[in-house]
């Protein structure tokens, strides 16, 4: 027995193995034992009583494993444990209340098991740093009556059952991490002015109210905020333009989306020079968009869909040339596609649908080569499909449908190689279907349905062998369905048929469009 053995045993080292079985209850008997690593492992059944005669343990870690049942009331005895990791196993049971007496404890991970009841009072663990609950079935609320540490530094308490309003916090000068995400808390957003270095804070999820406070621009370490699914109104701040100033920082991540949030885009907000991602979608914003934003260099997804957003495109946001997600659909954006948007050539999405956009697509942005989706139907675009467009080799979606495009479908858009979803419906296109469009071979949704696409339909077509969607009604085809077209049912086609003959030729009918292909003479 290992107890027998090393009497003199202070740290045992047994984690990231395959180790099975139950933890030992003779174990108990390494009274000099100060460090015990068994994390990472495959171990069973429930944690000892016994261990609570482990009077010089200061690290235990039992993480990632199997473990059950319930939290020891009498480890409350580790009075000299500095860390406890239990997270990631299958423990039920509540936190006892007599872990209160752990007095020296810094680190409490518990997170990612199957815990419930409420939080006991933690007042007297005044050196606890790290507080990590997150992901189990805890209740009640975050008391405002017991004092929490003003040594912590992290709090994780994301994916509970918690309720009631935001603790004061007033005090916790070193708190820098604090996770709050996907519980029922209400109410409105603390000051918390004492928390200065709090860099991620993150309480999506709830059904917070009331504004955002303007003394949280104060927050110049923060680098991710997080208050989005919430139900937050009022206006964006203007001093949260010093949110993650601070020299140190090299980005800053916000995100307010789908909250009541109105108002304007604040102009200060061009000074958050270090903003990576920044999302705004679904909430009730309005105004124009800033041409000071031209500033945001270091932005890589910028999302503002679902608001009330007006006035046009800024030409200056060409400056924005590390953005790779660009979202600013479902708005009352009006104007042209500016051409100096050719600039963003790292964009691989942007989406400017269901605005009230004009004007011509701008030959220019076949530069954009990143772009793997490219979104700009229900507008009310003119002019022709530019040619150059089939630059966009690495293109995967292209949705031009419900706009005012005329001219003829470009030959040159055969080198759309990596194109699964084109769809060009819902416009004034016509001309005949290009031959060389076979070459798409990735399409398996085509929709060219409602407009003045005339001619033959090309036998050549049956080789983009992964259609599943071929949509060209309300067109002037005419002609025999080609026999070769037939092949598509054979190949995940199966949606379209609709297993009839279309009269008087008997052609299986495959297509979704009103049938012209057939002579009645």
């Not at 009077?55 to 444990?81: M, R, V």
């Not at 048929?497 to 009103?514: A, E, H, N, Q, R």
């Amino acid at each position: 027995m290992i107890e027998q053995i090393f009497v003199q045993l202070q740290v045992l080292g047994l984690n990231s193995n395959q180790l099975v079985g139950a933890l030992p209850e003779t174990w108990s008997n390494l009274t000099n034992l100060a460090g015990l690593y068994l994390g990472n492992n495959q171990l069973k059944g429930k944690l000892p009583e016994s261990w609570g005669n482990f009077s010089s343990l200061s690290y235990l870690d039992i993480s990632i494993n199997k473990l059950t049942g319930a939290l020891p009331n009498n480890w409350d005895a580790f009075n000299q444990l500095l860390y406890l990791d239990a997270s990631v196993n299958n423990i039920t049971s509540t936190i006892p209340g007599s872990w209160s007496n752990l007095t020296q404890l810094q680190v409490l991970s518990l997170s990612k098991n199957q815990l419930m009841g409420t939080l006991p009072d933690l007042s007297n663990l005044t050196n606890l740093q790290s507080l990590l609950l997150g992901n189990n079935h805890l209740t009640g609320s975050l008391s405002q009556t017991w004092t929490w540490s003003t040594n912590l530094t992290r709090v994780e308490l994301q994916e509970n059952l918690l309720v009631g309003t935001l603790p004061n916090w007033a005090g916790l000068t070193q708190l820098l991490w604090a996770n709050l995400t996907q519980n029922q808390l209400v109410g409105t957003l603390p000051d918390w002015s004492d928390c200065t270095l709090l860099r991620f804070l993150t309480m999506s999820g709830n059904k917070l109210s009331g504004s955002l406070p303007s003394s949280w621009g104060d927050f110049t370490q923060m680098a991710t905020l997080d208050l989005s699914r919430n139900r937050l109104v009022g206006i964006l701040p203007e001093s949260w333009g010093k949110l993650g100033s601070v020299p140190i920082l090299e980005t800053l991540t916000v995100d307010l989306s789908e909250n009541l949030l109105i108002g304007t885009l604040p102009h200060s907000w061009a000074d958050l020079t270090k903003m990576y991602s920044l999302n705004l979608h679904q909430n009730m914003l309005v105004g124009t968009l800033p041409d000071s934003w031209k500033h945001l260099t270091s932005l890589v997804g910028l999302s503002m869909r679902d608001n009330q957003l007006t006035g046009s495109l800024p030409k200056t946001w060409s400056n924005l040339t590390n953005l790779q997600e660009l979202d600013m659909s479902t708005n009352q954006l009006v104007g042209d596609l500016p051409e100096t948007w050719s600039s963003l050539v790292s964009l691989r999405g942007l989406g400017l649908q269901a605005n009230r956009l004009f004007g011509s697509l701008p030959s220019s942005w076949s530069n954009m080569q990143n772009l793997l989706s490219l979104a700009l139907y229900s507008n009310q675009l003119m002019g022709t499909l530019p040619p150059s467009w089939s630059e966009l080799v690495n293109l995967s979606l292209l949705g031009l449908h419900e706009n005012r495009l005329e001219g003829t479908l470009p030959e040159e858009w055969s080198k759309f190689t990596s194109l699964y979803d084109m769809s060009l419906g819902y416009n004034a296109l016509e001309g005949t279907l290009p031959d060389s469009w076979k070459l798409n071979k990735e399409l398996q949704y085509v929709n060219l349905a409602y407009n003045r696409l005339q001619g033959s339909l090309p036998p050549s077509w049956s080789s983009l062998s992964k259609v599943t969607h071929f949509l060209l009604s309300s067109n002037f085809f005419i002609g025999r369905v080609p026999a070769t077209w037939s092949n598509w049912s054979e190949v995940g086609a199966q949606p379209l048929l609709t297993y009839g003959s279309c009269l008087p030729c008997l052609t299986p009918c495959f297509l979704i469009f009103d049938c012209r292909l057939c002579s009645l003479d």
